[in-house]
T-cell receptor, first 113, second 113 residues
Framework: GQNIDQPTEMTATEGAIVQINCTYQ??????LFWYQQHAGEAPTFLSY????GLEEKGRFSSFLSRSKGYSYLLLKELQMKDSASYLC??????????????FGTGTLLAVQP | KAGVTQTPRYLIKTRGQQVTLSCSPI?????VSWYQQTPGQGLQFLFE???????NKGNFPGRFSGRQFSNSRSEMNVSTLELGDSALYLC????????????FGPGTRLTVL
């Protein structure tokens, strides 16, 4: 079956670091995405991991372990504008699927002053 | 480069009616994927079109259909609307390869009364 798990909600303080975890069990795997979605807006692309290891992009980093079915998104120097929902998505490769993304239900992050 | 555009942004329909949503991808992108987002289920894959052909399909009833035109613009149709079809419908475009990133449009908010 297809299953992606992330915490429903998290709270952190402005200026701090927060790690959002994602575990997955899918029939096929061809990369893992993280998207940010502010309320009422479209998801915006943050990162893409297809190989094991850490990808760093400014204040955001994403890690992948394919053997463990595990990823995390690390946000540093948190700002109030980082308050949003963070979506973990696996690109399914089962049956040759190319652009089918399977999403977790998202983690709602609240950044407090 | 202009982003993904979707029209209309908001739509109110009654049960039994049908609706057509439109998506214009980023210039040069040949793949368009459609997703349904609801509070309870999160983002769920509907289907993907590439070069005017449906390449992948999710687990939705046949009332949900789509098509893609030669200029890569895509439409999604829902017939015999049900209350449960109320959702945010998002389209995402990409170049179409197995490692390409999907970029989302702002979505169409459909309310079925």
């Amino acid at each position: 079956g297809q299953n992606i798990d992330q915490p429903t909600e998290m709270t952190a303080t402005e200026g701090a670091i927060v790690q959002i975890n994602c575990t997955y069990q899918t029939s096929g795997f061809n990369g893992l995405f993280w998207y940010q979605q502010h309320a009422g807006e479209a998801p915006t692309f943050l990162s893409y991991n297809v190989l094991d290891g850490l990808e760093e992009k400014g204040r955001f980093s994403s890690f992948l372990s394919r053997s463990k079915g595990y990823s995390y998104l690390l946000l540093k120097e948190l700002q109030m504008k980082d308050s949003a929902s963070y979506l973990c998505a696996v690109r399914d490769s089962y049956g040759g699927a190319t652009n089918k993304l399977i999403f977790g239900t998202g983690t709602l992050l609240a950044v407090q002053p | 480069k202009a982003g993904v555009t979707q029209t209309p942004r908001y739509l109110i329909k009654t049960r039994g009616q049908q609706v057509t949503l439109s998506c214009s991808p980023i210039s040069g992108h040949r793949s368009v994927s459609w997703y349904q987002q609801t509070p309870g289920q999160g983002l769920q894959f509907l289907f993907e079109y590439f070069s005017e052909t449906q390449r992948n399909k999710g687990n939705f009833p046949g009332r949900f259909s789509g098509r893609q035109f030669s200029n890569s613009r895509s439409e999604m149709n829902v017939s015999t609307l049900e209350l449960g079809d109320s959702a945010l419908y998002l389209c995402a475009s990409s170049l179409g390869g197995k490692t390409d990133t999907q970029y989302f449009g702002p979505g169409t908010r459909l309310t079925v009364l």
